[in-house]
């Protein structure tokens, strides 16, 4: 046996250079040094697969969004800060380009990164998977109610057939019962909300006493507050 510093502690290490493999060249590492390394390669694998999956979810005209730079940043930082209490979710609501939609992917960002499960939908891409999965819509709805997070972006643009609209409607309200968070963004108020869907005003309800709502002003609205 014989021994060298550890090349990153510089401690102490024994070891059998006939069995070393000539490793011994570019310097030895104790136990600890190795488990330490192996666990921040872990963590490198898992940090780069969490950003190439976070690439996927999240479109690119939105990846590179900056709080600060954002219409209202007040309002984007009381939604990244909401830790959703006993599963009460976030409704963000208000005016076209007030940054409702980079604020929602803000959220979600921050969410995904810290582990968390997410799917998020567009209009077109909810109408879509409904449309595909007509007869096998039994486990893509359990999905749907298992997943840590869902959003709905423009959840008011949704054009759905009543039958469509009762599994939309059937995924909120599971999820509400199950204490699991819903997000939205639309530009409707509550009146326009119960117009728009035929369960609309139930929708209302659920949305009122299930989420916590933040309002995008218009900049006229907003010049009136101040």
């Known amino acids: 046996m014989v021994s060298a510093p550890c090349v990153s502690c510089g401690a102490s290490v024994d070891f059998d250079p006939e069995y070393s493999l000539g490793n011994q060249d570019h310097g030895v590492m104790c136990q600890d040094c ?131 609209e009762l599994v939309f409607f059937g995924v909120v309200d599971s999820r509400m019962s199950q204490k699991k968070p819903c997000l939205f963004t639309h530009n409707s108020s509550a009146e326009e909300l119960q117009y728009r869907f035929k369960n609309g005003r139930a929708m209302v309800r659920r949305i009122r006493q299930f989420t916590r709502s933040i309002h995008f002003p218009s900049r006229v609205e907003q010049k009136a507050l101040l």
């Open 34 to 164: 190795i488990v330490e390394s192996e666990r921040k390669l872990r963590a490198s694998r898992r940090a780069n697969a969490a950003l190439l999956k976070w690439r996927k979810i999240c479109p690119p005209r939105y990846i590179d969004t900056e709080l600060g730079l954002l219409p209202y940043p007040d309002k984007g930082e009381a939604a990244i800060t909401w830790d959703f209490p006993d599963g009460a979710g976030l409704n963000l609501w208000g005016y076209p380009d007030t940054g409702k939609t980079r604020t929602m992917f803000l959220v979600l960002r921050e969410l995904h990164f810290a582990g968390h499960s997410i799917r998020v939908f567009s209009p077109g891409a909810f109408c879509a998977e409904l449309e595909s999965r007509e007869f096998k819509r039994g486990p893509w709805i359990k999905d749907l109610n298992a997943v840590d997070y869902l959003a709905f972006d423009d959840m008011d643009k949704l054009n759905l057939t009543k039958e469509q």
